[in-house]
């Protein structure tokens, strides 16, 4: 039988499935937390939060986009994205405007003031890496490996 490795330091005595250090799931939300608590600050001095700066992203590699594809890139629905997209429009970061051709569908372009805090933005990637003390392939490694389980969690493969 193969035995889950428990992170360093940690006791093996509780073999229990629902101890808390034996979830998947409490290890991802861990870390994520850590993650985003570790880029607050610089994230701060942009004006974004983490939601925010995930849609920067979107669109500084992809704009115009409509809500349903940044929903799609982010794995978020529009109703979780409309309110995140107006506050971004009231801060003078992107403009939203419906298409002419179907009032469904709001598209989402960057104002000149988004365009300029991507140079800004630049650095906080390796500032990331340089903060978590991990060799750069594990890193790689990893992200490459969390890309795949999201690709195995969702059946339609779009991760």
Known sequence: MKT?????????TDSSPLCLKRQLCFALYAASNQVTRLARPALDRLGLTYPQ?????????HAPCTVG????????????LTPLLKRMEANGLITRTRDPGDERCVRIALSPVGRALKRRAGKIPDQMRCRIALPPPTLEALREQLFAMIAAIDPSGDA
């Open 4 to 12: 889950t490795a428990l992170p360093p330091g940690e006791s093996t």
């Open 53 to 61: 700066y995930l849609v920067m992203l979107v669109l500084w590699e």
């Open 69 to 80: 594809e940044i929903g799609a890139q982010l794995m978020l629905d529009s109703g979780t």
